[in-house]
């Protein structure tokens, strides 16, 4: 094919090289259905809430969900100590647009989103560069990822700021309605 919590989470980091083919060697996984990535020492769930890891791939339907309930369903996974880990938590944009793949890159262009006041506003590529292929994520990580947006945990409450990435054009859903319905994919920093 081609083509609740915290809301507001300090990120003072430029996005760089979203663009690249992930390298083979920066990822390991803890178990299958967790994937870490070396660099990062993140630990991403590979399915999206909704799915499940079986025999390699992602069954099921993702869920799509409200801020609020994404937030509720990654607490319970935390109450649930899924896959041994009880500290689960949506993404920051910063983190979940490092996830985007671009079969020729991004555009040249980006632009700067605000988070909370007080906090350094994050700069990101706006999209892929040409035609890609659909989902832009690395499917031999995230296999079977739906051609949707998936909720990040930064923004503003208090501002109503909310933001998304969609994995189907690569680009960042700005100002997210809270009761908007979108799929969530779950991560958690590397366990000491």
């Keep these: 094919m081609r083509k609740g919590a915290a809301f507001a989470l300090a990120i003072g980091v430029v996005l760089g090289g979203c663009g690249e083919k992930p390298n083979a060697t920066a990822t390991s996984t803890r178990s299958s259905a967790v994937v870490a990535d070396a660099g990062s020492g993140l630990l991403w769930l590979r399915c999206a809430m909704g799915q499940r890891w079986q025999e390699g791939r992602c069954v099921g339907t993702a869920q799509r969900l409200n801020l609020m309930d994404a937030q509720s369903h990654v607490e319970q996974l935390n109450v649930e100590r899924h896959e041994g880990i009880d500290q689960w938590r949506l993404p920051t944009l910063v983190e979940l647009a490092a996830l985007r793949r671009c079969d020729h890159g991004f555009v040249e262009d980006t632009f700067t989103l605000p988070l909370m006041v007080g906090e350094a506003p994050v700069t990101v590529p706006r999209w892929c560069a040409e035609e890609n292929t659909i989902p832009a994520i690395d499917t031999s990580r995230f296999p079977d990822t739906p051609s949707a947006k998936f909720w990040s945990g ?39």
Excluded: K, T
Aim: glycine content about 6%; aromatic content about 8%; overall charge negative.
């Design 154 to 192: 930064s923004g503003s409450e208090a501002q109503q700021i909310f933001y998304a990435v969609d994995f189907a054009s690569a680009s960042i859903g700005l100002n997210e309605a809270a009761d908007s319905q979108h799929a969530v994919r779950p991560v958690a920093d590397a366990q000491r």
